[in-house]
């Protein structure tokens, strides 16, 4: 069941206030938060606050919207107004932002009560939310391994109950792999339908906002709240929002016949056999439920992590050269010369995946290597893009594992960024052609770490996509597993 829905009906039948939903929430981050570090920041006065005006509504017999008074966690590169908002590094350690970001400020107006920060990697550059400046996040279903990232922070608060739902970031897959890796489902929605507008910027053509629930319904509801038209984001779509939570049914058969394309290049060597067993027998599922299974080939789709690793490099070394201690955020003290003060403060303040990420995109954009890497990399990035078109005239539904692997161990593979950067071999090509994906758990290895299943769409179908994920869902009993902790 939805625990918006539950929550939302012991609301409005005053069996629960708003008040006491959200202190219960605090309770569990304050006893959870020594093992998880999950969060960065944590809003106990606002988070009353905002409950407080729920229950005020709900005595005064108005009407609520259903995220009233449900407890969310916000990933800390989203600007909450008066909030500090860090991106996981020194160089913003204090910076406190003067406006709200556009989904924070939906969420805000309906009711939905903003219980943290989360943590994640820097400026969302990393696939474990090891790279943090503050703090490792641990995966609650093995506090030795990692949530995955960037949004890890956000995925435990979601898999461990500290939170019911949370927004995360997804540049390369980091809402769907940590999704993944520790349970819940967790959803990239096509490029421009959320609002960019208060994200901290770090690719900005691959950048977008999604929603982490621990049910297909929960993150329905709450990407029905943040999608949108915003005309401070100047790629934001102009599109109606449908009601994707109400468009849910637990079964396929009363539609066409759904086709679900298996996308064969994600098969094979380098994936974990455990995870590949799993999901071919996920979609299994998908079969017996209804849908005809093909197997499709998109040839371009392991050229992803290259080009992405060139691509969102080069658009980081842009974003963040606004990090110079003039503006804001951390400057050196006492610098030699103004030089020396811009060298200083972005050695100090920037870890060494943000360094090694914005050496890499400015040695591509610089004279003599833009052609030779960046263009080519767009060229690829086309043909990608052309992949997936091709393989929609034939299906409605591409498949494939969300994560190569399950959770592994913090320190594994901290010492050697390009197996760190395999993390993302499945997930990335979907932000390269600017798609809707989402993961859900599809089953457990042999030591009882979640494996996710990853759906992806054509531009603008998430309510196609949450249908599917949710018939699934409902057929198996995989979500309804928690973490003991």
Known sequence: MSLIRELHRQLTRKERSAVEITQEALE?????????????????????????????????GEEISPLAGIPIGIKDNMCTKGIPTTCGSRILENFVPPYESAVTEKL?????????????DEFAMGSSTENSAFQVTANPWDLERVPGGSSGGSAAAVASGECVVALGSDT???????????????????????????????????????PFGRTVEDAAILLGAIAGHDSRDATSLKVSIPDYASALKPDLKPRRKLKIGVIQETFGQGLDPTVEATVTKAVEQLQTLGAEIQVVSCPQFRYGLPTYYIIAPSEASANLARYDGVKYGFRTQNPDNLLSMYTETRAQGFGAEVKRRIMIGTYTLSAGYYDAYYLKAQKVRTLIKQDFEQAF????????????????????????????YLNDLMTIPVNLAGLPALSLPCGFDDQGLPIGLQLIGNVLREDLLLEVAYCYEQSTSWHQRSPQL
């Open 28 to 60: 569990r981050i304050q006893s959870l938060e020594p093992k998880l570090h999950s969060f960065l920041y944590v809003t106990a006065d606002h988070a009353l606050e905002q409950a407080r005006k729920v229950d005020a509504k709900i005595a005064a």
């Open 108 to 120: 805000t107006a309906a009711g939905a009560v903003m219980v943290g920060k989360t943590n994640l």
């Open 172 to 210: 390369g897959g980091s809402i769907r792999q940590p999704a993944s890796l520790c349970g819940i489902v967790g959803m990239k929605p096509t490029y421009g339908l959320v609002s960019r507008y208060g994200l901290v910027a770090y690719a900005s053509s691959l950048d977008q906002i999604g």
């Open 393 to 420: 005239e034939k299906v409605d539904i591409l498949v494939c594992p969300t994560s190569p692997t399950t959770a592994f161990k913090a320190g594994d593979k901290t010492a050697d960024p390009l197996s760190m």
